[in-house]
């Protein structure tokens, strides 16, 4: 997180008193022209009225290092993913939550790391497929049964060199494309970045490929699926850009500039709606420009959206808490 500083500053005037002095009137007869008065100045246009503003409706508390929330849509319950502990340890006490619409927490350890077979370290981005909830977990990713927390699945991507995947989305062909930042902890929280920036591809048949390498992905962090666009939304953690990709593409364009530190993206009517760490808000990028929505939130993380109630979701990583906005 960085802290910015700002200076107020004032200015004071002081004016005295004057006698006004007018010039002599031109005789009756006389010719001579009197200078015109000078025009009033056109009054300043109205500026346009802010945006409506976003609501905070409440926030619900008791999370362990919440990294990622995501609405589904056909249950109408929330899921939140728990690192509880270190985003690279390998400690198998990571969990899922269940939340309510209404803020009530309906299972804290839905799907809990240690228990019934479950392995789960440090679990982030979700993606669900029907009734499959897919979890990036370190260097591997692994799926539940969305409605009984039952594992299904688990598609390791260690052979791969995989080292912080992050983010996962699922588009309609089934495969799966995860984020990998590059990035590690030393013993005392420091941010290494041993690389290399990744998206990988997991398809349907499970086979797992390097979909789109390099630096110009800026560690990598949130992704989502443009489907007007036809493209994918990538942000990055450790530059300034908003980029889009294609598969095909060897290195993804830039199509927004903001603070950085970016985190979860979602893709709502149209806007790219960028959650930031560096500035601790929630931005839109609908033209480029950067307009924000939402301030004062520390450490956003991988942003959700509720389509029933036009409602972010965002999980406070360093906070314990989840955030639940109304959108205008």
Known sequence: MRLGLFTLWSIAAAGGCQIEKRPPAPPADSTAAVPAAPAAPAAPATPPPPPPAATKIMAVEGFLTPESVLHDTVQDIYFVSNINGSPTAKDNNGFISRVKPDGAVENLKFIEG????????????????????????????????????????????????????NDVVVVPTGALYITDTGIRFDDVGNVLHPGPDRVFRIGPDRAVTVAVRGDTLGRPNGIALDAAGKRFVIVEFGGRSVLAWKPGDKAPSVIAKGPGGFDGVEIVGGRILVSSWNDSTVSSYETGQEVKLI?????????????????LLIPIFTGNRVEIWQLP
């Open 114 to 165: 240690g228990r019934t077979g479950i392995t789960l370290n440090a679990p982030k981005g979700l993606a669900l497929a029907g009734d499959t909830l897919w979890v990036a977990d370190i260097d591997a990713v692994r799926a539940f049964n969305a409605k009984t927390g039952a594992p299904i699945d688990s598609v390791s991507l260690s052979k791969l060199g995989a080292v912080f995947l």
């Open 295 to 311: 301030t004062g939130v520390p450490s956003p993380a991988d942003i959700g959206y509720d389509v029933k109630r036009n409602r």
